[in-house]
């Protein structure tokens, strides 16, 4: 009854290395009321650009990997050696919001103005336009997959519908997973409201690659997602390095970015076959009266 | 002092596979005073009906398992393929509310109701009345307990009072234990209410067969619970078929549904020996004036 | 600097096999105000009683062990059966509150009747006065202390200001550590309370050991805390026989109730060496004006 | 683009073992509004300075390790052996407040009063000026590094900002990083609050060790934090051994104090290239308007 994803001939499962590029844009947001910042945080998040994101594109360059790179803009223009940076190194720019701003907290036509000044940016950095976009913090709305659709944004990566590409209203939609988000099992800000501890780098890869087996067993799509103040963190490279070894060491695997994997979906039969509503009628009917 | 409990002859132990198939009930009961939801963990959810259920179905079909599934009715009436699927599979389907609601928060008047739902459901998709409930989160009222015995259903299987079924009241107990239950480990919405990450497969699946061997060992009866939108997820179905191939390796080990648990426990000396009052002396007798 | 404890000869390290006998009366107490109770958690609890105890009382007869019982009052006179089964099998009495009633929410008058009435109780029952006290949840106040001492109550067992025996004001402490409570790691009541899954045996067991190794290496007791609610359940037993093979297994090893360790540190020079204040200097001394 | 630290000939990473010697300090400042302390906790906190710290003075002797102590004047004031103790033994002493004080919650004035009676308090136990501080829970203000640089303080230990040291304004910051904080991972104060159970041991131990491996490789500088009450425990000392051992064991590894670090770092071209800013651009540059 449930039919396969078709890939490509001698192709058994995809693989996208995903970097949400922010620094210190998300904690930006969140305190935006608040003018008192923590500095043990920042100092964490300043980190990601000052030191993680070379260590990642190091491992990125010796393992032969184009990443698919989600950018705030306004990391994007604080760092104005960033997006270049990207670009020239092989890698696609997505679109993450200007300040990482949650959508769900935002009216549709703040989120129309973030898009639109998006795309400018990274086209005045990059002489580019951007297919894709990652919301911060993974969650999206019905409308603002509209705007993106408006936009001409042909690719949204920020939900888990499948584990494969599929088709969510008029955008594709390149799946995540938490359990292959690194902010998840490592960020530890110490301000007193963290509910877990770090967890080790070795554990966390023995489980990632456990995911990546058993999705690309099952022909789906493993999509990770680092950050540069995270895993770009020296002692946490390890995670990134075994994620890129694996993927190297994978026959019929097919290293992608999430630009190039959401073009195939669109282009092949998976995007009729794969095609989900945004307004599901789950939603609504059969619902007690 | 303590009585084993009576098999019969050459089982030492029972285990039940058994699924809770809910999809997005759960969240739209608790969002229901909220219209605003969260589309990250609704495709997690949807993603259960799309695609789990049938990584779940094809590994019971590999190990020939039958297993009991717990369906709210709307996931039922919102895809009319659903119970008829299952039971054509060789399942047993039991109750489990109209749209996941949490008994402790109903009345008597709207559980009956909702019981009454379900029953009437059941029957006109599958043509057989079910024998068998569970709570959605496994809470349960002494007067809930009544409403199943009027509404003539002869198990329950929502609570964890001993290692194998037990009689309370008038209903025959198939206790469940947490450490068992998927959603304590895997469950992550992301939505920042998030209490602890996900556990890896292999952790959860080593635990897990430890309890079984465990349980076994003591005589018991191992009911497991995964749900299609988190043991069915591509990359955790290695917990279900760890489980499985356990089962199926374990000398003396009854696999049967749930109904055919506690079918045998009613019409056995155990329902004497092991019967519990609703409301036990403990929770007034004793207490300090 | 630092002086060892000093033990009886040929003995290196103390180890102790203390219960925590309560049930439902932590509940009771927890949600006075409250009439509605989860039967859930109930359930879990009553299994404590129901089938729990027995475990550990298997376990303790073949280890040839005898163990430190503290027992609430409300579950002693709901089974009458409980502190008469417990002593013919050779197991020490302790106080543990009426309804497991947390020190520090009582005024010193409920808590001397408290302690009386357990006094009272446990020599109606058993003919025999207890010489100890273990307080609900492991908090004590300095006039807690005071009762405890004019009731002729000679040791408490609720704190871990160090590894061994030490007095604290005119009682004996018998410590405990927080890393050798059963509850820490395996408590999980479903509620939507919880903050932590729980744990798998194996890897308690694992760290339990270790921390016993390392407390008898340096010439400490070891005392550790399970409930029959929880280590009793059958899949965690495993947790007790380990550190009862690991207690029989240790030369040097003195496997002792809390009484026989308390008496015997109040007789020896160590009730001297290890004296410390119940409201000591450093609360307010140096502190800045 | 990335440029390495530049270390001493035949040195290729630096390693730092230094301890927090806060006792009861932080529940002091804490519950300063709140009069009730809770006993449990007290008693845990206790036992640092009655045993955690000679097990910890004692394995620093075995490995010739000098530590460097961040000892609040709380602490060195109610125990008039400490400072002397702890120098004689050859360890340095850094301020880390009067009462274990949070930065961000006091006035500039209060912090350089606090930065004054520690100055004063240790230049009268020891006879020298300390030359670091490290903020209490690690949280600092740009204004707190003015007051440190007026009072004399070469360094700060309390941000994350690289994974060696680094210039932040006037001060040299010798960066701690979480993951090698024991509190993280033991710390259980057993009140109702905590928000996850004390790791293992081994646990803890092995993935420290795989942080140290990788910094090292990395050619940065790990500093590792204990505490007398966490790590001094006696069942955890095994990690402040393993830690140890793995210096000694690892050539080309520099151990010193954090004060010999910072000094080298000023008087080093590093001092130069590792620049930052306390209040960089990136924090009103470039937000949305």
């Not at 001939?9 to 210190?24: G, K, L, N, P, Q």
């Not at 020239?88 to 549709?108: M, P, Q």
């Not at 789906?220 to 070894?245: F, M, N, Q």
């Not at 026959?251 to 039969?269: D, K």
Request: net charge negative; aromatic share 12%; charged share 20%.
């Amino acid at each position: 009854m449930k039919q396969p994803y078709v890939w490509p001939e001698s192709v058994r499962a995809a693989f996208c290395f995903t970097i949400d590029v922010d620094a210190e844009s998300p904690q930006l947001w969140r305190k935006r009321k608040q003018p008192s910042l923590s500095m043990n945080e920042l100092e964490q998040r300043f980190y990601g650009l000052r030191e993680g994101i070379w260590h990642l594109l190091d491992l990125l360059a010796r393992y032969e990997v184009s990443a698919t790179c989600f950018v705030p803009i306004h990391e994007a223009v604080t760092r104005p050696w960033l997006l270049e940076t990207l670009v020239e190194a092989g890698h696609e720019i997505g679109l993450h919001g200007v300040l990482h701003e949650i959508v769900s907290e935002l009216t549709r036509d703040q989120f129309a103005e973030i898009v639109e000044k998006g795309l400018e940016t990274v086209v005045r950095y990059t002489g580019k336009k951007p297919s894709g976009f990652r919301s911060p913090a993974w969650e999206m709305t019905p409308w603002a997959f509209d705007v993106l659709h408006e936009a001409g944004i042909a690719y949204d990566s920020s939900l888990s519908g499948n584990d494969h590409p599929y088709s969510l209203g008029d955008t594709t939609e390149i799946p995540i997973q938490w359990p292959l988000d690194d902010a998840v099992f490592f960020r530890y800000a110490g301000t007193g409201a963290d509910r877990w501890p770090p967890c080790s780098t070795s554990d966390a890869a023995a489980s990632w690659l456990d995911i990546c087996e058993s999705m690309e067993r099952f022909g789906g799509s493993v999509v990770t997602t680092v950050h540069p103040w995270i895993t770009g963190r020296s002692y946490r490279t390890g995670l990134a390095e075994a994620l890129l070894k694996h993927a190297r060491n994978t026959s019929g695997l097919w290293i992608c970015t999430a630009g190039e994997l959401a073009a195939y979906h669109a282009s092949s039969q998976n995007h009729e076959v794969f095609m989900e509503e945004l307004n599901p009628p789950f939603l609504s009917q059969g619902r007690p009266t």
